[in-house]
Every structure is written in structure tokens, then in C-alpha cells.
């Protein structure tokens, strides 16, 4: 395995993040732990191993496991192994075993060694880097969580070979907004001139994605590890949009393409509030039509009230004011709150705005 960087975070913490060569390659590299490992699996993720490890736990896929139940499961497991502080906590799979397995750690015993090999492209250049733990709480996505980063991050792009469609398509949205969050229009170019290589999935072309992907993340959580001055913030460029969308449809959607979706009211919420020009708008629309993603969608009446409800519960908040990641040009963000009536514009049916 490679190791591609370090990210520096507070109290001298820091996330090794390594590429693997193929699976062969991961394998030898994750066996290097030793016995005393936990290992943290989903359905999906346990069918990668042909014989899995004695100290394990599979969980049921999907986000609405993502609960109060399947951590306690996790640490009652754990227990039944004997596990101790000394103990690595391996997470095997995509974004909700990444983030159950790194709070269950965090927690047990007061914190745990702890290794994320994320399975999906989401978990790749989102939920592993960075150290935010969670679970999804009485509606509320990602309510109950704390601050745990690992650290070693494992990446092997090989994981992707077997991922469905669908699911791949949910971590381009992710890398999408990434490259509205840099000045540098080169990934942005890279995911235009590369399009077709990526969504065949080119080995090559994907170790070149994901690494400049997580490249940009790593700027804005090193410059804000806690989330306490601002700036970490606008990593969650779309979000508020796109969380209020996930609720409200029961997570039918994948995360992704609500980001996807997300990303684009973020911005056409920008050009009518007059933060941005009309060419930014454009190119979102582009790119996302590109990787065929339904940014046309509008919430249906019906569903507004569910909606907006749930947009209120967004972490976001201050003053009782929920603050969206905004758009000024690319690569500069800003966090700002919205009134009503641009909600109602970018998000409602009846309200679209035809430009």
C-alpha cells in the first residue's frame, strides 16, 4: 500500500490515508494489524470476503440502519469478544458502517484504535475523512455523532468493481461538489474530459479522481478539524438541501444524487440572490445533466410541508436560523441564511423558476 497524505488535525491527531495496488495488495496490507482487531461489516461489504474473520459483526445494509440499535449491536459484540482500548476498530464498507464503527469506537471504553476501508466511491471521498462519527436520530440525519478521526484510512479502488450503478453514481455527486469548492477548475476539466472513462470505471482514471477529490477536503479540515470556525462548514456545499430531500423520502435516495440535486438549488439559490452570475449555474447544470443526474426535480406540494420541516432540523442552525453553503464564484463559498421565499423558488414545483 501507498501512503497518498496525512491530514493534520487538532490536539496532534492526524489520518493516514493509503491507496491500495489491487486487492491482493489491501489484503496484505490490512492482515499487517495483527489478531486484536474488531472487524465491522455490512451485507454487502461481508461478500468481498470469501472467509470472513472470527471477531466480526455483519449489520443490514442500508441507511435506515443506521440507528441507535446497530451501534449498541456493534458494542455489545465487540464485549462478547473481550475487546479493550488496545483494540482496532475495523470498519469493512460504505458510509453507514464507516460512521456507526468510528462513533462505536470513539465510545467504547472511551475510545479505540480505528481503521476505515471504505467499499463505495461515496465513503471513499466523503465519510472517511475527517473524523465525524454518527448516527441518524429521530428522523434527523446524522443527529448523534462525535469527533473521532482514524487512523489509517484504506483505499482500494478495486472495492468499486462490484458496486451497483446507482450506488457509484451517489459518490460522483460527492466529487462533483468537490470541484465547485476549489478555485482550481482542474478537476472540474478532469471530470468533463473524463467522463467516460470514469463511469466505465478506468482503475487508473479513479485513483486520479478520488485522490484530488479528497485533496480538496483535506484543505477545508485542516484549516477547521472541529467544525468551529466556519469553514469546515462549506464542505456540506448542497446539503441542506439535499438532507431535507433524503428525509422527506425516507432515504429512498441515495445520498449522492441528493447532494447532486443539492448542489444545484444551492447554487440557483446564489444566482437569485444575486451572490453569483448565471455562467456558475450553468456549469453545475452541465456537469450534472452530463452524469445524468435529475436536477429538473422539484418537491410536489404534497410534500413541501414534509420538507421544509425537515430542512429545519438541519445542524446548520444558529439564532433558530438555518445557514446554507452558498455559492459567490467557484471555490468560494459562503454560509448564509435563506429566506422562505428563495426556498420555496429553487425547491417547489409550482414555484420554479424558468430561467
Do not use: Q
Not at 18 to 37: E, H, M, P, R
Not at 144 to 172: H, M
Not at 262 to 285: P, V
Amino acid at each position: 500500500m501507498e501512503k497518498k497524505m496525512s491530514l493534520s488535525l487538532s490536539e496532534g491527531k492526524t489520518s493516514d490515508v493509503y491507496f491500495a495496488k489491487d486487492i491482493k495488495d489491501l489484503s496484505t496490507g490490512l492482515s499487517s494489524y495483527g489478531d486484536n482487531v474488531f472487524w465491522v461489516f455490512d451485507t454487502n461489504s461481508a461478500r468481498l470476503f470469501s472467509s470472513l474473520p472470527e471477531k466480526r459483526i455483519v449489520i443490514d445494509s442500508g441507511e435506515t440502519n443506521k440507528n441507535l440499535k446497530s451501534l449498541e449491536k456493534i458494542i455489545e459484540r465487540a464485549l462478547s469478544f473481550g475487546s479493550a482500548r488496545d483494540t482496532r476498530f475495523l470498519a469493512f464498507g460504505g458510509g453507514v458502517i464507516c460512521d456507526m464503527t468510528a462513533l462505536a469506537s470513539s465510545l467504547y471504553m472511551r475510545g479505540t484504535r480505528l481503521t476505515l476501508v471504505p467499499t463505495t466511491l461515496l465513503c471513499m471521498v466523503d465519510a472517511t475523512l475527517g473524523g465525524k462519527t454518527a448516527i441518524d436520530y429521530l428522523g434527523a440525519k446524522n443527529l448523534v455523532g462525535t469527533f473521532y478521526p482514524a487512523e489509517d484510512i484504506v483505499i482500494s479502488i478495486d472495492t468499486l468493481r462490484t458496486l451497483p450503478d446507482k450506488e457509484f453514481k451517489s459518490g460522483l455527486g460527492e466529487v462533483i461538489k468537490h470541484a465547485f469548492l476549489t478555485e482550481d477548475p482542474s478537476l472540474l476539466s478532469f471530470l468533463h474530459e473524463n467522463r467516460e472513462k470514469i463511469l466505465k470505471r478506468d482503475k487508473e482514471t479513479l485513483n486520479v479522481m478520488v485522490e484530488d477529490s479528497l485533496l480538496v477536503k483535506k484543505k477545508f479540515i485542516e484549516a477547521d478539524p472541529r467544525e468551529t470556525k466556519g469553514i469546515r462548514s462549506f464542505l456540506n456545499l448542497g446539503h441542506t438541501f439535499a438532507h431535507a430531500l433524503e428525509s422527506m423520502a425516507g432515504y429512498r435516495i441515495s445520498h449522492g444524487e441528493a447532494v447532486a440535486w443539492g448542489l444545484l438549488r444551492a447554487i440557483e439559490a446564489s444566482y437569485i440572490t444575486n451572490l453569483c452570475n448565471k455562467d456558475l449555474y450553468d456549469l453545475a447544470y452541465a456537469i450534472l445533466k452530463e452524469y445524468g443526474y435529475d436536477v429538473d426535480y422539484r418537491v410536489g406540494r404534497g410534500d413541501w410541508i414534509a420538507y421544509f420541516e425537515a430542512l429545519k432540523k438541519d445542524k446548520k442552525k444558529s439564532n433558530g436560523s438555518v445557514k446554507f453553503v452558498l455559492l459567490e464564484s467557484l471555490g468560494k463559498p459562503c454560509l448564509l441564511p435563506l429566506e422562505e421565499k428563495y426556498i420555496r423558488a429553487v425547491t417547489l414545483e409550482s414555484a420554479k423558476i424558468r430561467f
